[in-house]
């Protein structure tokens, strides 16, 4: 019997920042519940799917040899419990090849890997034809990790519980970023028993009500943003990293509104007043010789999104097989 095999789909998907991410006590299954605000950056990873005979993934880019090729890969995972979830013929192994082209950094506090995953999940929901929701999408989502729900919806949203419940924000016009990324990743369970570490030693400060951020970004003014900026996780990140205090500070001598850690760490974000300041800012940073590598991005941009839209014509004619 003759199969049709459908071609590959490629899906384009965000590297996040949380503007503000205001960290709660400790819970008892290991989370800490949270207040944050993600913003979706133009910094992406690009996921393909292809149906194959041969199941296996692999990874090209940015920190490709730090990012594992088996079943702990984060998309790896989202493909079996989208597998297990639609009633796959094969089950929990799909016989799929997944080719993960990464411009996120690893382990940068970005959500490179939520990205991978939240990708995975609309690049296979389109290969299988399958007949769900991205509200759907999204529960399988939070399954896989806190940071994956975002990356299917991208933009501007408000992320509460452990990161995973998401409001929309409004956010007027275009916000432009420095990104330095670090030589090596930090692991973001380490960065949190720091932090639980710092406040059983004592009281760091903890940042305020999310209120003013969203008020700044329905502003749309960078300068009122700048001032608002806030992550609980930076003291332990920095506490792990002393080196960032360095990069952060040569980020604002270097022009930029102000500047902070990104999610976990250690990627530290740079807002900037416009397109120009930033790639003024990026190109000062990237001589100050406090990071591995300098990028420009701007936000908000859309989430995980097919590459050439849901629906553009396909590029490859579909091959058929016995
Ligand atoms: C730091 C952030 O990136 C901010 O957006 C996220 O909170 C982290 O999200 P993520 O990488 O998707 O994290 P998960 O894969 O869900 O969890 C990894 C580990 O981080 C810690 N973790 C994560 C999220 C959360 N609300 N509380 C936590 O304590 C836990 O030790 C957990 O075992
Ligand atoms: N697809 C993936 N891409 C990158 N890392 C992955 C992936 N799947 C699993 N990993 C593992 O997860 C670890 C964390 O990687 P990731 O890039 O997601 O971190 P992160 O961006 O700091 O995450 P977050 O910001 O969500 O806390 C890596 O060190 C790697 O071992």
Known sequence: MLAVVPPPVTVRVPAKVNLHLAIGDLREDGYHDLVTVFQALSLTDEVTVAVTDEPGLEVFGEGEGSVPTDATNLAWRAAQELATYAGRPEGADPKVRIVLRKGIPVAGGMAGGSADAAATLVGLASLWKLDVTRDELAAIAGKLGSDVPFALYGGTALGTGRGEQLVPVLSRHTFHWVLAFDSE??????????????????????????????????????????????????????SLRPGLRRTLRAGVNA????????????????????AQAAVEVAAELSGAGVCRTVRVAHGPVPGARLVGGDDAPRGTPPRVHA
Do not use: M, W, Y
């Open 255 to 274: 022009g930029a509104l102000a500047g902070c850690v990104s999610g976990s760490g250690p990627t530290c974000a740079f807002l900037c007043a416009d």
């Open 185 to 238: 990743g930090l692991s973001t369970p380490k960065v949190f028993k720091e932090l639980d570490r710092l406040r059983a030693d004592g009281n760091p400060p903890r940042i305020g009500s999310h209120t003013p951020v969203v008020e700044a970004l329905a502003s749309g003014d960078p300068r009122q943003l700048a001032l608002l900026l806030g992550n609980d996780l930076q003291a332990a990140a920095v």
